[in-house]
């Protein structure tokens, strides 16, 4: 069983940032694939930043991509989302996702929601203008 748990939500003007953290805890294997994950009310979930724990390269949506920074802490057992410049169509509802499955090279822009099988609770982003 693995267990996430997103931190770090909240209320910011717009031009803010925000640092969301996602603890890992259970039976997980020594790399994997996590990503994060957002929706906004009345729209569909959509991928925000992908990346395999270890050794791997970030892959960013084109809305967010230079303005948000996904790291992995691998000694904490943590997945972090650096969010800078937030503006307001980045409300949303945010979400940590994990698939302990996909490949070193499977984890990539291509893996969409339905491919992570373990999620977090969410933790909601308000950016006000």
């Known amino acids: 069983q693995v267990r996430l748990a997103e931190s770090g939500g909240g209320s910011v003007q717009a031009g803010g940032s925000l640092r969301l953290s996602c603890g890992v805890s259970?039976?997980?294997?020594?790399?994997?694939?996590m990503g994060w994950f957002r929706q906004a009310p009345g729209k569909e979930r959509e991928g925000v930043a992908i990346i395999y724990t270890r050794g791997g390269r970030a892959y960013y949506s084109n809305p967010v991509a230079g303005r948000f920074t996904v790291s992995v802490d691998n000694d904490a057992n943590t997945l972090n989302l650096q969010m800078n410049n937030l503006q307001s169509e980045d409300t949303a509802l945010y979400y940590c996702?994990?698939?302990?499955?996909?490949?070193?090279?499977?984890?990539?822009?291509?893996?969409?929601?339905?491919?992570?099988?373990?999620w977090g609770q969410g933790t909601q982003v308000t950016v006000s203008s």
């Open positions: 259970g039976n997980t294997p020594h790399s994997y694939c």
């Open positions: 996702a994990a698939n302990l499955r996909l490949s070193f090279f499977d984890c990539n822009s291509d893996a969409s929601s339905n491919d992570f099988h373990y």
